[in-house]
Nanobody, 124 residues
């Protein structure tokens, strides 16, 4: 069993930056594929970014490419999402997810563990 806890969300104005953190339990964190997803009210949860076990491979949704950066610090059992140039359409609950085996995937079903989410609100 793996537990994931997100933090760092908040209310900011358009153009501002936030860094989300996802702290993971378990000795096998360094071997997990990690991803960030988001869900806005009335919308389906969507993939935002993913990162492989050593951080050498990343993948981003087109909507955030060039603005968001995913990274990980395995020594701290933490994955990050640096969000720059935030837009009102980025407003959502952001959740981190872990996949035990495989590659980076944009599919929710590919991931085995999920955090509770942290709210990000971007005003105009």
């Amino acid at each position: 069993q793996v537990q994931l806890v997100e933090s760092g969300g908040g209310l900011v104005q358009a153009g501002a930056s936030l860094r989300l953190s996802c702290a993971a339990s378990g000795r096998t964190f360094s071997n997990y594929i990690m991803g960030w997803f988001r869900q806005a009210p009335g919308k389906e949860r969507e993939f935002v970014a993913g990162i492989n076990w050593d951080g050498g491979v990343t993948y981003y949704a087109d909507s955030v490419k060039g603005r968001f950066t995913i990274s990980r610090d395995n020594a701290k059992n933490t994955v990050y999402l640096q969000m720059n140039s935030l837009k009102p359409e980025d407003t959502a609950v952001y959740s981190c997810a872990a996949r035990r085996r495989g590659t980076i995937s944009s599919s929710l079903a590919a991931y085995d563990y999920w955090g509770q989410g942290t709210q990000v609100t971007v005003s105009s």
